[in-house]
Structure formats: C-alpha cells, structure tokens
C-alpha cells in the first residue's frame, strides 16, 4: 500500500464543487502536487506546492494543505474534469517520490 | 517548449533487462531533476527513480537492486535500466521532468509513455 491514501472514487454533479483528498505522513513537511489522467492519456500537472497552478490549467482547480492532508479542489466542475487524479509527495524519509492509489472522479 | 520521448524495445522476455531511453528536445537537460515513473494496465503510478543531470540518483526502495538512471548531457538523454524483469514489470514507462534544483516539486512534463510487455 502506499504511504500517500486517497479515496478510490468519487462523484461530483456537473458545476457543483468536488474536494479530492490525499493523506499521509510526509504531508505534515512536503507538499503534493496533483495529477489528471484521462484514459489512454499520459498525466497532466494540474496543481503543485503550496498555491501553484500551472498556467494552462484552468483556475477553477485550486490545492490547499492542512495537517496531514492535502486537497485538489474543483469548483463547478465541468464534463471534461472526468478523469483519474493522483497526488504525489516525498515520502517519510524526505529522499523518495511517492504516488497516492489515485481517485476516479466522475462527473454526474 | 520542452518535449519528453520515451524509446526502446516493446517487448523484453522474463529475466533479461529493460532499457529506455528518454530524449529531451526543446530545452536543456541541465539543471532538473529527471523521473522514470511506470503504471501497470489498469494501475495507479509508480515512481521508479530520478536523477538530477550532474548525476545524482535515487530509487524507489521497493525497486532499488534492480533499477539504475543514468544521464548523459551532451546527448539531453537519460536512461531506465531495469533488471531481471517479470510479468509484474508490464507496464507504461512514463519519463517526466521534476523541479529545477529540487525535487518532489511537481512533474511538469511528461513523455507520451511506451508501453513495456514482459513475456517469452
């Protein structure tokens, strides 16, 4: 199992707001980055650090950290937000990269 | 703008060694940090290793007697070295680039992925 936990899926209404979770140990000192994965497709950076949004991702994906959890929030999501996300992190020791299971969002 | 491209054999028989090779086009390798991340079919990801471009590595535990990076800059490539491969080592090799003097910042690029098949 991984040291990073996220929920295995969840499931938003179309433009309603969806909070994805990602727990673990090493949150407490290292921040997550987030990932969208749509079928057939490589990832996609979609939120990192402790307020990064890359500038192609649209700004309703929004991050935040509290404790030992960290959150990719998507206000009003939309069709296309349908996908796998992942979060990443270092691990306890600080030295490796760590993957969370990922969550499958579906959107309603 | 910066590219990432995986290559190397499609299929690798049980016990021998995968090799890939991940081409930088677009910008230079120096500087970043460079990942080797795998997802087996219907999988989450798995980080394998990275390696900064002086050279430096480090390997998932769980892999470590049996994964080695390597880099070379004057070609903007670096490597995946994989041993005694199984069935469980079937997967999407992703190559992708990591922070700019640190690492765990976030995988800004991404190759298109090659997928590696383990059979005889």
């Known amino acids: 199992s991984s040291e990073l936990t996220q929920d295995p899926a969840v499931s938003v209404a179309l433009g309603q707001t969806v909070r994805i979770t990602c727990q673990g140990d090493?949150?407490?000192?290292?921040?997550a980055s987030w990932y969208q994965q749509k079928p057939g497709q490589a990832p996609v950076l979609v939120f990192y650090?402790?307020?990064n949004r890359p500038s192609e991702i649209p700004d309703r994906f929004s991050g935040s950290s509290s404790g030992n959890t960290a959150s990719l929030t998507i206000t009003g999501a939309q069709a296309e937000d349908e996908a796998d996300y992942y979060c990443?992190?270092?691990?306890?020791?600080?030295?490796?990269?760590?993957f969370g299971e990922g969550t499958k969002l579906t959107v309603l | 703008q910066v590219q990432l491209q995986e290559s190397g054999p499609g299929l690798v028989k049980p016990s021998e060694i995968l090799s890939l090779t991940c081409t930088v086009s677009?910008?230079?390798?120096?500087?970043?940090?460079w990942s080797w991340i795998r997802q087996p079919p219907g999988k989450g990801l798995e980080w394998l290793g990275y390696?900064?471009?002086?050279?430096?590595?480090n390997y998932n535990p769980s892999l470590k007697s049996r994964v080695t990076v390597s880099v070379d800059t004057s070609k903007n490539q670096f490597y995946l070295k994989l041993n005694s491969v199984t069935a469980a080592d079937t997967a999407v090799y992703y190559c992708?680039?990591?922070?700019?003097?640190?690492?765990?910042?976030?995988?800004?690029?991404w190759g298109q992925g090659t997928m590696v098949t383990v059979a005889s």
């Open positions: 390696i900064y471009y002086t050279g430096r590595t």
């Open positions: 992708a680039r990591d922070g700019i003097g640190n690492y765990g910042i976030g995988f800004d690029i």
């Open positions: 990443n992190s270092r691990d306890s020791s600080g030295y490796n990269l760590v």
């Open positions: 090493s949150l407490r000192s290292s921040y």
């Open positions: 650090g402790k307020n």
């Open positions: 677009g910008g230079s390798i120096g500087g970043y940090y």
